[in-house]
T-cell receptor
Framework: GENVEQHPSTLSVQEGDSAVIKCTYS??????FPWYKQELGKRPQLIID?????GEKKDQRIAVTLNKTAKHFSLHITETQPEDSAVYFC??????????FGDGTTLTVKP | GAVVSQHPSWVICKSGTSVKIECRSL??????MFWYRQFPKQSLMLMAT?????????EQGVEKDKFLINHASLTLSTLTVTSAHPEDSSFYIC?????????????FGPGTRLTVL
């Protein structure tokens, strides 16, 4: 089955700095890669996603890159703000919709 | 956007009892729904894929007789935790895919926190 590894497990940055979270996956059939932000006790919220036919996608301060050959994808958050503090999960999904999640990254943005 | 609801949002029960959790897609049809379990400070672990009108597909290590899944309509899936024990205490989250959309996006319910005493 699919195996998704996510690094780092914790990340602390100063407000205004950039944050980068990286994930690797194992199943070449995976073709959809969403990123979720989860606050304590809440549901995961989709913040950005990318499909395997695209190498990069950007939405304001958030960007995702995908290297299909190397089977890794990354989340980039620029100009971080304290409200960006949360747990972030990457996931890899096939056409069947079944998603495998990474272990999560706890991001802390210090004011 | 697509909305998924879950009920109840939290439940406390005695060991040995059964608990049913409902997952509903409110404004779209979902032939496929997913049930996840999340322990504190851990990731979401897929328990099973719920298929409308057919049997659920369980992940390895998940007991199908303990976690009963029923997906009787295009908008409702239920998860019943049978003979619950304290180790079943967790955050249970469902998600659903829009059957009429080509997108792979999953829409998550708000989760149900189960505490077994």
């Amino acid at each position: 089955g699919e195996n998704v590894e996510q690094h780092p497990s914790t990340l602390s940055v100063q407000e205004g700095d950039s944050a980068v979270i990286k994930c690797t996956y194992s199943d070449s059939a995976s073709n959809y890669f969403p990123w979720y932000k989860q606050e304590l006790g809440k549901r995961p919220q989709l913040i950005i996603d990318i499909r395997s036919n695209v190498g990069e996608k950007k939405d304001q301060r958030i960007a995702v890159t995908l290297n299909k050959t190397a089977k890794h994808f990354s989340l980039h958050i620029t100009e971080t703000q304290p409200e960006d503090s949360a747990v972030y999960f990457c996931a890899a999904s096939t056409n069947a919709g079944k998603s495998t999640f990474g272990d999560g990254t706890t991001l802390t943005v210090k004011p | 956007g697509a909305v998924v609801s879950q009920h109840p949002s939290w439940v406390i029960c005695k060991s040995g009892t059964s608990v049913k959790i409902e997952c509903r897609s409110l404004d779209f049809q979902a032939t496929t729904m997913f049930w996840y379990r999340q322990f504190p400070k851990q990731s979401l672990m897929l328990m099973a894929t719920s298929n409308e009108g057919s049997k659920a597909t369980y992940e390895q290590g998940v007991e199908k007789d303990k976690f009963l899944i029923n997906h009787a309509s295009l908008t409702l899936s239920t998860l019943t935790v049978t003979s619950a024990h304290p180790e079943d205490s967790s955050f249970y989250i469902c998600s659903a895919r829009d059957s009429n959309s080509f997108r792979n996006e999953q829409f998550f319910g708000p989760g149900t926190r189960l505490t077994v005493l």
